[in-house]
């Protein structure tokens, strides 16, 4: 089974801060990644697919990156809105498994 | 627009059955690449994917519970049902059912169902 890993588990940072978070697979996925936001009480928003697609609707400040092992999401400039938890998720037809989840939250 | 709602019991006593219907618009079952999936969050934790079912009625399940999952669909009422078999405390989650397509993952999700397990 492909374990999924992300860090920091908490990021403190202030509007207007670049924020980078780091997600790792225990075996190679290509580019098979996927990140998602949760807010509090709501369920998780699809931000980016296929490690760097941008989901339809969601702001250019976020951008994924990575391949094989190693991915990134990257916060250009962080809005009182991001303030909230990013999972990652590694995905096939077959198999979808969340990162332990990122929690972003105000300094 | 795609919508998705999940329905069901919002308590289940240990080593019972839970039963959970997502009911759906905006979309087809029958459509090539179309699924639907089930995913759980204890509360406070994080997200654990549980069963995905596809337009040709394939069903991958979560390795850790297949034994006790099962995913059916009725294309005709737009629904697709999740039953898990001798519930525990520890099941007690808010469960999402959510849309999949070809290479996008879960892009739309319901708005979650809480389901407690208690005496």
């Known amino acids: 089974d492909i374990q999924m890993t992300q860090s920091p588990s908490t990021l403190s940072a202030s509007v207007g801060d670049r924020v980078t978070i780091t997600c790792r697979a225990s075996?190679?996925?290509?580019?098979?990644l996927a990140w998602f936001q949760q807010k509090p009480g709501k369920a998780p928003s699809l931000l980016i697919y296929?490690?760097?697609i941008l989901e339809t609707g969601v702001p250019s400040r976020f951008s994924g990156s990575g391949s094989g092992t190693e991915f990134t999401l990257t916060i250009s400039s962080l809005q009182p809105d991001d303030f909230a938890t990013y999972y990652c998720?590694?995905?096939?037809?077959?198999?979808?498994?969340f990162g332990p989840g990122t929690k972003v939250d105000i300094k | 627009q795609i919508t998705l709602k999940e329905s069901g019991p919002t308590l289940v006593k240990p080593t019972q059955t839970l039963t959970l219907t997502c009911t759906f618009s905006?979309?087809?079952?029958?459509?090539?690449?179309?699924?639907v999936g089930w995913i759980r969050q204890p509360p406070g934790k994080g997200l654990e994917w549980l069963a995905v079912?596809?337009?040709?009625?394939?069903?991958p399940y979560s390795p850790s519970l297949k034994n006790r999952l099962t995913i059916t669909k009725d294309t005709s009422k737009n629904q697709v049902v999740l039953t898990m078999t001798n519930m525990d405390p520890v099941d007690t989650a808010t469960y999402y059912c959510?849309?999949?397509?070809?290479?996008?993952?879960?892009?739309?999700w319901g708005q979650g169902t809480l389901v407690t397990v208690s005496s």
């Open positions: 998720q590694r995905y096939n037809s077959y198999s979808f498994t």
């Open positions: 075996q190679s996925i290509s580019t098979w």
């Open positions: 959510a849309h999949t397509i070809a290479a996008r993952t879960f892009d739309s």
């Open positions: 079912i596809y337009w040709n009625d394939d069903k």
């Open positions: 905006g979309f087809s079952l029958t459509t090539g690449g179309v699924g």
């Open positions: 296929k490690a760097s």
